[in-house]
Structures are given as structure tokens and as C-alpha cells.
């Protein structure tokens, strides 16, 4: 039995912002371990209501967001966003807040 846990939702098209990828880069990290749990639920460092509403916008097709922190501390978002009107999510984005 495989003991791999399955995405909860579909990621669509993954992009990141300049932002984005020169802190993974200092970090050392390309980044798809946080997209990993990002698409499994893990929904890093919220708070119990936002953990809520992404668990309720995994049901409603609403936008998803994420908060990890890198090694240095620094805070990524990952957002992914609300469905379209056929119900398919088309892009997740990689950025730092201070680029929302």
C-alpha cells in the first residue's frame, strides 16, 4: 500500500515573481517542497480561521493561500487561484508579501 498522499486541489500553471525566486535561491531551495504541501493542505503558518477558509476554498473553488517560512525567515506566499466558471484553477503563484 502506498502511503503517498494525494493533491487535494490542481495547481495549473506554477509561476513565481522576481521576489520569489531570489529568496528560494539565497535559501537554497527550488521551492516544490512548499508547493507540495501547499497541494496537500499543509497550509504552512496561519492562523486556525484562514487554515478554515482554505479548507472551505478547497470545496468552493474560492483562491487558496499558503505561508511558509524560509530558513532565513523570510515569508513565501503561495497562492493559488479561485476556479474558473468551469471549475479548473489555472495558476499558482510563488511570491513574498510585500509583492501581493
Avoid: C
Amino acid at each position: 500500500m502506498s502511503t503517498q498522499q494525494q493533491a487535494q486541489f490542481p495547481l495549473g500553471q506554477i509561476v513565481a515573481t522576481p521576489g520569489a525566486l531570489e529568496a528560494l535561491q539565497r535559501n537554497h531551495t527550488t521551492g516544490l517542497d512548499f508547493l507540495q504541501r501547499h497541494a496537500l493542505g499543509d497550509w504552512g503558518t496561519l492562523s486556525d480561521e484562514d487554515r478554515q477558509a482554505n479548507d472551505e476554498a478547497v470545496q468552493s473553488g474560492a483562491r487558496i493561500l499558503s505561508s511558509y517560512l524560509l530558513t532565513d525567515e523570510t515569508k513565501l506566499w503561495i497562492i493559488t487561484e479561485a476556479a474558473d466558471d468551469q471549475g479548473t484553477r489555472l495558476v499558482t503563484t510563488l511570491l513574498l508579501p510585500e509583492e501581493y
